[in-house]
């Protein structure tokens, strides 16, 4: 388990992908659960700006704003796919990551498999030994809901609302994800 303010290597170099976007909204997002602060501009401001830079300072905070506007949807979800787990008995690490996962699958922030595998990752990094495994397990049963929610629109022949990922772009939004977490690897 890793530092959850330890910086990533490439944090100094003024560029920012998503995961570290990612990153930084779980981190914004479990500061935002136990401080109870809330305001945009004060979560920008307590940030330290050693570890990123501030176009990733600014990402991770609206990703983080994003889905803490979700966040009695996402946790009533949770709740329904893990009842012996309810939110308030969730460590919040765990919770964090489970509602930024959330809210990226559902505004279609990132493809489903993207999301769940990150989600993954920051959980393995961030959260305890058990959590990686729990957090897989919820995600893929909503990633389940989800899917059988799209088959039925499908079939009624609308989809309101529809994201990128939905609308067709989902194989070039994928790729570029997959391409982030590639050179994320290969560093």
Do not use: C
């Not at 966040?71 to 009842?83: F, K, R, S, T």
């Amino acid at each position: 388990m890793t530092d959850i303010g330890k910086a990533p290597d490439n944090a100094k170099s003024g560029g920012g992908n998503r995961r570290d976007v990612r990153r930084l909204a779980m981190q914004v997002l479990y500061q935002m659960d136990v401080t109870g602060v809330r305001d945009r501009q004060a979560i920008i401001d307590g940030l330290d700006d050693v570890f990123d830079n501030p176009m990733v300072r600014e990402q991770g905070t609206d990703l983080a704003l994003g889905a803490w506007a979700n966040h009695v949807e996402a946790d009533g979800q949770i709740a329904e796919l893990a009842p012996e787990w309810p939110t308030h008995r969730q460590p919040p690490v765990d919770r964090a990551i489970l509602r930024l996962a959330y809210h990226e699958i559902v505004t279609g922030h990132a493809p489903v498999k993207v999301a769940i595998n990150e989600a993954i990752e920051l959980a393995k990094h961030y959260a305890s030994e058990q959590s990686p495994a729990f957090i897989n397990g919820v995600l893929d049963k909503l990633a389940k809901m989800v899917k059988q929610g799209e088959a039925a629109e499908d079939e009624s022949g609308e989809n309101p609302g529809a994201t990128p990922a939905e609308s067709g772009s989902a194989d070039a939004g994928e790729k570029a994800w997959l391409d982030d977490a590639k050179s994320e690897e290969s560093q």
